[in-house]
């Protein structure tokens, strides 16, 4: 459970499958977890299936293992979430994950919003392309669209 | 293109607190709400006066003399800005513009502000005239006044300044001036925030007195002349408190014809407005002529007035507000000064038909000034005994900013004839090491500063705008450090970025660039460099 204003978000695991039922809609999403080591560690049978998992030495805070309909192949999906109101620095973390392991969709999730001068930037869409674009696809942002009754709101993709 | 109420209040929103995106055709625009709620007046129930906290305790006292009455304020109206906020641009901003344009609208709220986008894809001609009215400016640090409403009709003119005010218009209970009226006390102000912008606010004020003909009660500049005369504040060591945002003030009672269309703010206002006609005061005619400057208010010299953030017009010193105006070229005192000896010798008195010349002004006057400096009273001296913290045994990450300050200068300036500076961003503040900078570069660490753009150590080289970027580590590098300095290279695109530490880089983060070496790179080529610090000297991984 993750707490935010006061509002909770009580079951984040049924928040990332409808939101990746949304975005991905040619996958089956046949697992979710949240990694409590580094994922090259996890034992996951459905992530041991995904190439070069066993080399990942980072752990973003969620896991989406995600099978294509049409080749069976599995892929990955990250999100992680901000504590505070998003800034530069956590951007630049999910970066480097995405970076190195290629997910077919990358989300940081920031429930306090994006800090005030963020906004400006990733809004610019060259600016962003340098942050975002990690290869495969882009990072994605996402806040609430009403957050102060989180578990009501549906995502919000800035 | 015929100009709509719509785009003409858009263009208000705009240069209010927005941002401009050619590359996507987009606006943003962003709307505060630091404080989640937002009150009204309180009134005295039993005469009807203004109340007001006493600064003592937490009661609410009469202000009429002959009641001192304690009041409950309980009664007073409250406002929830965020939910008015969010409401109002869902059910009457979105809505109005929809009646006119084809945009798509996002809606995006935060903890401290709402931020309403707004894409011009389906609007494009709309779009190109917003962006010609910006004339190469991106957002509201920069933008103008639009050339188009220099000399617009009346009614879009208004719809400008209601954008404005619905972005950073500010009618607020507490900004009330101690005044008293024929039946009343306290008259109260709205006020439009201005930030970092200067030109904008002497054309904002410029525009409400010439093209509109309503009265502006004053200016609150951000400089340290108005904002600290006494330097009460840079005497307590806060340097920068005068480098805040810019106040334009006027009374509510002028602006009826406004029509904010954020809920809370349209409420307040018509009662701020309903409390000055209660109170009849005196008819104002607003700042426009200035009075003379007197001996009495000249200003004492603030060792800010130099600072490299001012804007060159502005970097000297200013006994009254509205010489500011005058130096950012508001064209009303330019004319109304016009009688006098010398523009410069109007700007140094305010007297309009000044005979006497600049220099000899300028003698007499700086004797005031060194005389104000002079009675201001003296500090006193600490009498309190600090004892030191006992130090932990093992040195922390910023014990190695200086050593490795020094050894990146040394790098990039073997003879040390002051071709490269290194600065510790912690320990110093931005005011205090952007005078050594030349005046881009100054500009660049504003901009950094103000997207929270903080690495441990920046470098200049003399006559290289873009600077170095060193993030310092006292652990073994990891992927999250390199995280950390990516996302700011990302965005500032430094000419070098250095990641070191005083150990060696972490396995993880070395297997990891060995893998995919993209991901040290930032754009353009450049990639970010892994050190290490030992022995003070920095090797290259």
């Known amino acids: 459970m993750s707490k935010f204003f006061g509002s909770e978000i009580t079951d984040m695991e049924s928040l990332i499958t409808n939101t990746l039922v949304e975005l991905a809609p040619d996958f089956d999403i046949i697992s979710v977890f949240k990694p409590a080591r580094q994922l090259k560690f996890i034992a996951d049978q459905e992530l041991r299936g995904v190439r070069d998992a066993e080399s990942w030495e980072f752990k973003p805070d969620w896991v989406v293992v995600l099978k294509d309909r049409q080749n069976s192949e599995k892929e990955v999906a990250f999100l992680n979430v901000s504590k505070g109101t998003l800034g530069l620095t956590e951007l630049g973390e999910l970066r480097v994950m995405a970076l190195l392991a290629q997910p077919r969709i990358a989300i940081q999730l920031a429930p306090l919003g994006l800090s005030r001068d963020l906004y400006s930037v990733w809004l610019d869409a060259e600016i962003q392309d340098r942050i975002a674009n990690f290869g495969k696809s882009k990072m994605q942002v996402a806040t609430f669209s009403n957050f102060q009754s989180l578990t009501e709101a549906p995502l919000l993709f800035v | ?541």
Not at chain 2, 31 to 46: L, T
Not at chain 2, 440 to 459: A, S, T, Y
């Open chain 2, 1 to 541: 293109m015929e100009i709509s109420t719509q785009l003409a209040y858009i263009s208000g929103l705009l240069v209010g607190k927005g941002y401009l995106y050619e590359s996507n055709s987009k606006v943003a625009i962003e709307f505060s709400h630091s404080n989640p709620w937002v009150n009204g007046i309180v009134h005295c129930d039993s005469c009807g006066y203004l109340a007001t906290k006493n600064p003592k305790s937490t009661e609410y006292i009469c202000k009429n003399q002959d009641c001192r009455k304690k009041v409950d304020p309980i009664g007073r109206s409250k406002f929830n800005q965020i939910q008015h906020t969010h409401d109002s641009l869902r059910d009457r901003i979105v809505p109005f513009l929809d009646s006119e344009f084809k945009l798509a609208t996002k809606i995006i709220p935060n903890r401290s502000s709402t931020l309403l986008v707004l894409d011009f894809s389906k609007a494009l001609d709309e779009f190109a005239w917003l962006l010609k009215q910006a004339a190469g400016a991106t957002n509201f640090s920069n933008f103008h006044l639009p050339e188009f409403f220099k000399s617009s009709p009346r009614f879009l003119s208004l719809e400008f300044l209601n954008g404005v005010l619905d972005a950073t218009g500010y009618p607020n209970a507490g900004n009330w001036l101690n005044r008293d009226g024929a039946s009343g006390h306290g008259r109260m102000r709205v006020y439009i925030q201005i930030v970092r912008n200067w030109h904008l606010t002497a054309e904002l004020d410029e525009f409400i007195r010439q093209n509109l003909e309503l009265p502006v009660q004053t200016i609150d500049w951000g400089h340290p002349n108005i904002r600290d005369s006494k330097l009460q504040d840079y005497r307590a060591n806060r340097h920068s408190s005068w480098s805040r945002e810019h106040q334009i003030k006027f009374f509510p009672e002028y602006f009826d014809e406004l029509c904010f269309k954020l809920t809370h703010k349209q409420q307040l206002f018509a009662e701020l407005l309903a409390h000055n006609v209660k109170c009849e005061f005196p008819q104002d005619h607003g700042w426009f002529p200035p009075s003379k400057i007197s001996d009495s208010s000249r200003k004492a010299i603030h060792p800010s007035e130099t600072d490299p953030r001012l804007p060159l017009p502005v970097r000297r010193h200013f006994d009254a507000f509205w010489q500011l105006s005058l130096a950012l070229g508001s064209e009303s005192l330019r004319e109304y000064g016009s009688r006098a000896s010398s523009i410069e010798s109007f700007g140094l008195t305010g007297d309009p038909n000044v005979t006497s010349d600049q220099s000899a002004i300028e003698t007499e006057v700086s004797q005031l000034w060194m005389k104000r400096t002079n009675s201001l009273p003296a500090v006193r001296g600490k009498t309190k005994i600090e004892i030191a913290k006992p130090r932990p045994t093992r040195l922390l990450e910023k014990d190695f900013y200086f050593p490795i300050a020094s050894a990146l200068r040394r790098e990039l300036d073997p003879l040390l004839s002051g071709n490269a500076q290194v600065f510790d961003t912690s320990a110093q503040n931005l005011s205090s090491y952007l005078r050594n900078l030349e005046s881009d570069q100054v500009e660049l660490m504003e901009e950094f500063d103000n997207l929270n753009i903080r690495p441990d150590l920046v470098g200049f080289e003399v006559s290289m705008p873009s600077p170095i970027f060193v993030e310092v580590k006292i652990d073994e590098l990891e992927l999250s450090h390199l995280g950390q300095i990516l996302g700011y290279c990302a965005v500032a695109q430094p000419r070098r970025a250095i990641l070191i530490s005083t150990e060696s880089m972490g396995g993880a983060l070395r297997r990891a660039i060995l893998k995919k070496p993209k991901i040290l790179e930032y754009g353009d080529g450049k990639t970010i460099q892994i050190a290490q610090f030992n022995d003070g000297l920095i090797s290259y991984v």
